[in-house]
């Protein structure tokens, strides 16, 4: 599993020098040793529903945490009450280092339209074969996002009984990407819930693509009403009378160490974060072939060396195709 080292710029706010020292120094305020680890399953605006053992606790966040955000998959410390009792509220005192991180720009104002989940092995980008049309631009850059963020992708495509996927799986060939194809009837045969299985156990996935692409239908059928802890505030009934996701919720799979996570439907997926440079880090048969390139190479200009490696005979011709569709993918517009 690749790990994720980048993007805590935001963690050392609190202890930035030259800030005037207005409270007590941090050293002197307890170091919370006692406090218990747990796992972050939901936010629903200020209240966090953490697993501390197999307690389903309420917390929230402490000051001391700053603008610093606890989201769904997170590892972090807890005190006060962990009780897990009906009122109760526990304090979140840490944010453990993230092994993962998926994220997408902010560039619209809709605030369930934000997935951001931590520590996620594996991004689920699923996608419906017909139902909505399958939309490959928006694949592309969740591909993007998922090799940015460290995340291994594996392609969902759902709604097999409405059209085939040989198309749509020839497109992403190339990228040997992993794939499992669902439909209706091999969901209620649990037929898709042991050919899902065998790329989810073990593994901590989170599950994004387009609203109405049957990401919850098929997070039902791999988790168990019995299983599930924590719901009633995370679907919201969409005008045409569908159950639609409001809220990234975090799952356990029976029988495993497994985790999945289902999450918001998505329209697009702004990309304006994204470093070629960890990208390219998810082809490592390219990855060499960019030493010859100019600084802040784009992988994409008469310059770059990659065009040289791939003629040498180092590397798929196709490989490159495919890693410059995806580096394009963020200049282009969205929607499309
Ligand atoms: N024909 C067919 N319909 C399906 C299949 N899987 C899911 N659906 C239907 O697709 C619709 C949307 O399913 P959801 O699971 O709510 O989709 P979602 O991706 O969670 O949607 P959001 O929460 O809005 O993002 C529901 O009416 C499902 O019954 C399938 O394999 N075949
Ligand atoms: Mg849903
Ligand atoms: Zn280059």
């Known amino acids: 599993m ?3 080292g980048k993007h805590t710029d935001e963690d050392d706010i609190r202890t930035r020098p030259g800030r005037r020292n207005t409270r007590p120094r941090t050293n002197i305020r ?3 040793e006692d406090a218990a680890e747990g796992l972050v ?6 209240r966090l529903t953490c697993l501390v053992e197999d307690r389903v606790v309420m917390a ?3 000051r001391e945490l700053g603008r610093k955000a606890a989201v769904v998959g997170d590892r972090v410390a807890l005190v006060g009450d962990l009780s897990g009792r ?5 304090r979140i005192v840490r944010i453990e280092e993230r092994t993962s991180l998926l994220r997408r720009t902010a560039d619209d104002d809709d605030p369930y339209e934000r997935v951001v989940v931590a520590n996620a092995d594996q991004l689920a980008v699923v996608t419906a074969l017909a139902d909505p049309e399958p939309r490959p631009r928006l694949i592309d850059r969740c591909l993007v996002a998922a090799y940015d963020g460290g995340l291994d992708p594996l392609l969902v495509l759902t709604k097999s009984d409405l059209a085939p996927p040989e198309k749509l799986l020839e497109l992403y060939g190339d990228l040997d990407i992993p794939y499992v194809v669902t439909s209706r ?3 209620d045969s649990g ?3 042991d050919r899902a299985r065998e790329h989810l156990d073990g593994k901590i996935t989170a599950f994004v693509g ?4 049957g990401k919850t239908t098929l997070v039902n059928a791999l988790v168990p009403e019995e299983r599930r802890r924590t719901t009633g505030h995370v679907n919201a009934v969409t005008g045409r009378g569908r159950h639609t996701t409001t809220s990234a919720l975090a799952l356990p799979l029976s029988g495993s160490d497994g985790w999945v996570i289902d999450t918001p439907g998505v329209r697009s997926f702004g990309l304006n974060h994204v470093d070629p440079s960890r990208v390219i880090h998810a082809f490592p048969d390219l990855e060499p072939g960019t030493e010859g390139c100019p600084r802040a190479c784009s992988h994409d200009e008469p310059d770059c060396a990659l065009d040289t490696w791939v003629a040498e005979g180092h590397a798929d011709p196709a490989r490159l195709y495919s890693l410059r569709r995806l580096l394009a993918t963020r200049e282009r517009k969205e929607g499309d």
């Open 2 to 4: 690749r790990r994720y």
């Open 30 to 32: 307890p170091k919370h």
């Open 41 to 46: 399953l939901t936010v629903d605006r200020g």
């Open 60 to 62: 929230m966040k402490a």
């Open 86 to 90: 009906k009122d109760t509220l526990a």
């Open 185 to 187: 009837a091999e969901l």
């Open 191 to 193: 037929v898709a819930v």
């Open 210 to 213: 387009h609203s109405g692409v």
